[in-house]
């Protein structure tokens, strides 16, 4: 899956939501668990870990008495509600499996779905199946049971025959139904999304990622419109069905596959085509948008990124066609689905005139990602959730080298170091981390699996495998990559495969290591955290130990363990209260020529700011980051870390000044309602003042700054410039909005500057510009656009119009669905908005949890983005006050902060 959630860094301070922010609270939640535990002490007889029974059917894993080898599919999504208002579809499967060990039970994935016939089983070794005695479905294992009178025979091959009917819901899982409207008219798509483990809501099926097998799809559907899935076409006829004419298309056999990976989609999109030596790419879309040219850059990119992925992994490209398609509703951002790989539409769809340089390394990164995907977890796929972080953490990984390929000036492989390093240093320096490895018994339940997909998976995943690459040097990683690869293709791996692999490259290159791979990856994957090295320079002694951000969480208690004890002992009565709330930090952000005059103290800062132009910018960007980690755990003082800000003042680049930022944030989390917030602002606002000029200069504001990463630095000044009320940039905002209000149909906007500009008049606005921003969201066809749009909104510091714009994510003809969590976040993330947004959940709880409580990656995120600046313990007391069950959401939260408990 492309990465879960996209937030945009030039809105406010959004974007850290998943970073710095997390630490805020973090310390001081385990209390208000800890008091409810004690309270609820009846957690542990509904803890639904505990299988009530040894029965087959209550195990969360299928048995291994039956290996399923061909499925035949027909599926026939309805694009117009029944009678009742219910969209449906209807299908019927025919699956034949192999008996590997004598059972008088198939057991098979089926969830939300009913048996419109009863099932039927023939054997197809010339004997006769047994009798079904009986079916029962297991809602909570999610689970049809079918015992039979006799047992079948090791060695034979049985075909079971179902036909079902289930609910083509808006749920964004499974076979489900995207809506939107094209000049003035309703229309629905049917899709899908089966990972992790949702294709047992589209059919009957083993669905477990090592219970590979070969599937024949047809789709039935209205003849106006187009049937898409993983193989290409290979009959289509028109024929009635039930007195319904229908279109019945049928594709060719697909290769030997798991079920996470299939996708089924009825839609009336147009598409775009390449053909490059015999590969077809084509990108599919909303009529609207393929006839305005948005399908053009991800078809111009696709082509030298699949043949950069060709060359990396020295395996053809193992599929005829390579389809991508952008849909409307879409829970992540992105899924990499053979042969069809779905996308949100911000995640594929880019406008010249109208999306930003962000908007196009993010469809880049995530193509990327999801065509390495296309060999690395489709062709070899893990054998089970617990391995994950390999799938995903390799993908991440590449994502930046196919990126690379496709846009060489952008340097884009530097930019790891802040998306994935930095993001995730911030939440493994906490005590509630965990290791990236985790065995596979303790992933058991969907949410177990769900859990997985967190940033560790993702970002810490993707900077080991980067490190492992660059100490074996690209050539060595590759071959044994290459031939792992060929070895498992087709088939399942455990992780440690892979490391036999690259031992096998090492070997044969004549190179040695000290340790062998295994032994020296270990210490990554099986244990959390990360080393703080120290280095005495008189002695030239070096230690290290685990780096914590909260030195009290010092793991006396065996915190920093090898994985399989998952008792994480966190003391619950430590670190309550942030130590930083007691800094002197008036003294700090006021007194800059003290702090020069401490600068003088002679450290390595010092060092810092007169070699400036000779560190390279990773560097520096890493010296920042690196200094206010060190001075959050307590090992610097924190004046040293905001001492190597001072040096902004002189900086043009953007990678130490994102750094910088991404870390201020966090002092603006903590302290823009304090009386802090003034010398801050007056601070910082000295700081940008001379990036402001300097871009002032550069590009008069009116041309694009040439470099990928000065087009984001010239946001950055924007934004950071106006937000600390320079009046040069405020008037320049002002004017440019006031002119767009005039003339609604001709934006002068530049494409980058929009989601800064947006968000810095409508805050400096009132109800005029709101609304004016809002009939522009609704008018808005390209989906990044109104994505800027909506962010925007929530920057307004009327609390009635915020209040308004809450009310407006309950009703998805306003808010869609997929982003209804994510704007109540942009409003939390003002604070203006942070206590209405609060309220508002703790209001409307019931509907909340109905609809998104469910879907962990949206729930999580929705919490944590609206606790973002709690602090106080008054604050912490609230969230136990939310009503209904406080275990299950507490569970949640914890969750969001990456907080394991041991609740047995
Ligand atoms: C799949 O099933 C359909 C109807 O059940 C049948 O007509 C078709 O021949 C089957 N295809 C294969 C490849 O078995
Ligand atoms: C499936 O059957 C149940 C129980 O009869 C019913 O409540 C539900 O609406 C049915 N689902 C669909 C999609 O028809
Ligand atoms: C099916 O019918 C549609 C609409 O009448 C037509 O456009 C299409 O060409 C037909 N397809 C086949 C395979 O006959
Ligand atoms: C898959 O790999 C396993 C070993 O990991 C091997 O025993 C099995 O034969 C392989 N299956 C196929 C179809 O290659
Ligand atoms: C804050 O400043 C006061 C007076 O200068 C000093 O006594 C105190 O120790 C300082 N507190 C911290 C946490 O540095
Ligand atoms: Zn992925």
Known sequence: MGKGFYISKTVGIVGIVLAAGALATITALPVVYSQEKSKNNEVKSTDPTMAPSNEPWDQWRLPQTLSPKIYNITLWPRLQPDPTGLYIFTGLSSLVFRCVEKTNLILIHSNKLNMTKHPTLIGLGGKPAPTIESIVMHTKTQYMAIHLKEELTAGESYELYTEFLGELSDDLGGFYRSEYYENGIKKVVATTQMQATDARKAFPCFDEPAMKAVFHITLNHDPATVALSNGVVIDEVNITVDDTLVTRTTFA????????????????FIFIEQNIENLQIRIFARQEAINAGQGEYALSVTGPILKFFEKYYNVPYPLPKSDQIALPDFNTGAMENWGLITYRETALLYDEEISSNENKERIITVISHELAHQWFGNLVTVRWWNDLWLNEGFATYVEYLGADEAEPDWNIKDLIVLNDVHKVFAIDALASSHPLSSKEEEIQRPEQITEMFDTISYSKGASVLRMLSTFLTEKVFTQGLQTYLDHFKFNNTVYTDLWEHLQKAVDSSGTTLPKTVQEIMDRWILQMGFPVVTI?????????????????????????????QKKKQYNPYTGCYRKLVSLNITVIFTDTTGL????KTGNAYLMFSRLQDSIPVINRAQIIDDAFNLAKAGIIEMTLALRTTLFLASETEYMPWESALDNLDYFYLMFDRTEVYGPMQTYI??????????FTRLTNWEDVPPGHTDQYNQVNALRVACSTGLEACTTLVKTW???????????????????????SAIAAGGEEEWNFAWEMFEKATVASEK??????????????LLNRYLKYTLDPEKIRKQDAT????????NVVGQPLAWDFVRANWEYIFNEYGGKSYLFPNLISGVTNRFSTPFELEQVCDLPNNCYIYLTVILYSRNLYLNVS
């Open 253 to 268: 056999p697909t290769e030997v596959m798991s079920t996470y990976l299939l996708a089924f989609i009825v839609s009336d």
């Open 536 to 564: 005495n320079t008189a002695t030239g002694q070096i230690t290290q130990e685990h780096f914590l951000l909260d030195p009290e969480t010092k793991p006396d208690s065996g915190l920093y363990q090898f994985h399989g």
């Open 596 to 599: 020069t005059m401490m600068m």
């Open 685 to 694: 606002g000295n700081q940008v003042k001379n990036l402001f000029d300097y």
């Open 737 to 759: 909005f006031q002119q767009w209000m005039e003339n609604p149909n001709v934006n002068p906007i530049k494409a980058n500057l929009r989601s800064a500009v947006y968000c």
């Open 787 to 800: 994505d800027k749009l909506r962010a925007a909104m929530a920057c307004a510091t009327e609390p009635w």
């Open 822 to 829: 994510s704007t109540i976040i942009s409003i939390a993330s």
